[in-house]
């Protein structure tokens, strides 16, 4: 008799942890959909920063959700979202630094002076209930990086050779997301908030509102690192008859996320080193 072997796929390593992987992701965005409704549906209102003046509070790029409250629980220090008396079509999210008969002042955290309005209760929109830094990000991404995903899944599905379409999706998605890193600007971005002078000598007033840490550095030698939502004061010494000054900024990465960035650059390596296929062999059979 020929012996013949039978093997098995149903042990598959791989296949296992793929189906614990996906299942633990539906759960996480089934249960995050259900609640972002159900806060919805109660009023609530969510808000994504566009601008620095909130500081490391809420960073751009952060999401706010915002909790309608009544006028008479607001407390100085509370950060509320508002439309500005002078334009009702803007939103900002500020904080409450007074109140009084006449109304309500806020300032941004890193500004050097109150806003030029009085708030009332027609203009607030809620209470700040939730600040949660970079997800305003992945909010305005993720919709253009599941199309643009799809889109590349779906082309390098006409590639026959296995090989080759795995690696042209992963080339295509990354490529997207590449793309989106360019749009939105998320990993670097170093904003001027404005000049002056003291005893001294000159400064400038900068935030870092991306999430890689940054080393600024000023003519005539000072510098400073931040993290994403940090703001410095930076001295400065001008140069030549104008008064002119640089500063450059720079990604400083400390060791821990150098670490990261390179375990997640390989882990579609490891992945393939370390868990492959489990094929089981039976006996031969007369």
């Given at each position: 008799?020929?012996?013949?072997?039978?093997?098995?796929?149903?042990?598959?390593?791989?296949?296992v942890?793929?189906?614990?992987?996906m299942?633990?992701?539906?759960?996480?965005?089934?249960?995050?959909?259900?609640?972002?409704?159900?806060?919805?549906?109660?009023?609530?209102?969510?808000?994504v920063?566009?601008?620095?003046?909130?500081?490391?509070?809420?960073?751009?790029?952060?999401?706010?959700?915002t909790?309608?409250?009544?006028?008479?629980?607001?407390?100085?220090?509370?950060?509320?979202?508002?439309h500005?008396?002078t334009?009702?079509?803007?939103?900002?999210?500020?904080r409450?630094?007074?109140?009084?008969?006449?109304?309500?002042?806020?300032?941004?955290?890193v500004?050097?002076?109150?806003?030029?309005w009085?708030?009332h209760p027609?203009?607030?929109?809620?209470?700040?209930?939730?600040?949660l830094?970079a997800?305003?990000w992945v909010?305005e991404m993720?919709?253009?990086?599941?199309?643009g995903?799809?889109?590349?899944?779906?082309?390098?599905?006409?590639?026959?050779?296995?090989?080759w379409?795995?690696?042209?999706?992963h080339?295509?998605?990354a490529?997207?997301?590449?793309?989106?890193?360019?749009?939105f600007?998320?990993?670097f971005?170093?904003?001027?908030?404005?000049?002056?002078?003291?005893?001294h000598?000159?400064?400038?007033?900068?935030?870092?509102?991306?999430?890689?840490?940054i080393?600024?550095?000023?003519?005539?030698g000072?510098?400073?690192v931040?993290?994403?939502?940090?703001?410095?004061?930076?001295?400065?010494?001008?140069?030549?008859?104008?008064?002119l000054?640089?500063?450059?900024?720079?990604?400083?990465?400390?060791?821990?996320?150098?670490?990261?960035?390179?375990?997640?650059?390989f882990?579609?390596?490891l992945?393939?080193?370390?868990?492959?296929?489990?094929?089981?062999?039976?006996?031969?059979?007369?």
């Amino acid at each position: 008799m020929t012996a013949r072997h039978f093997r098995s796929s149903d042990l598959n390593i791989r296949a296992v942890i793929g189906r614990i992987a996906m299942v633990a992701a539906i759960t996480v965005i089934v249960v995050t959909l259900a609640g972002t409704a159900l806060f919805l549906l109660r009023g609530g209102r969510l808000f994504v920063i566009q601008s620095p003046s909130m500081g490391s509070t809420a960073p751009i790029g952060s999401l706010v959700a915002t909790t309608p409250v009544p006028w008479s629980s607001l407390h100085v220090g509370d950060v509320i979202t508002f439309h500005p008396p002078t334009d009702l079509v803007q939103t900002y999210t500020h904080r409450i630094v007074s109140i009084s008969a006449r109304g309500i002042e806020t300032r941004g955290d890193v500004n050097s002076a109150t806003d030029g309005w009085l708030i009332h209760p027609a203009n607030l929109v809620g209470r700040a209930s939730l600040i949660l830094p970079a997800m305003g990000w992945v909010v305005e991404m993720m919709p253009w990086l599941l199309v643009g995903s799809a889109l590349v899944w779906w082309i390098a599905g006409w590639i026959e050779q296995r090989q080759w379409r795995d690696a042209a999706r992963h080339l295509g998605i990354a490529s997207v997301a590449l793309i989106l890193v360019r749009v939105f600007h998320p990993l670097f971005r170093v904003i001027v908030l404005g000049f002056g002078s003291s005893a001294h000598g000159d400064q400038v007033h900068i935030v870092s509102e991306g999430l890689l840490p940054i080393r600024a550095v000023a003519s005539g030698g000072a510098h400073s690192v931040l993290s994403y939502g940090q703001s410095r004061v930076v001295s400065v010494v001008p140069m030549g008859s104008h008064h002119l000054f640089t500063l450059s900024e720079q990604v400083f990465l400390p060791v821990t996320w150098l670490i990261t960035i390179l375990a997640i650059s390989f882990s579609p390596f490891l992945w393939r080193l370390l868990v492959r296929p489990l094929h089981l062999h039976h006996p031969a059979v007369s």
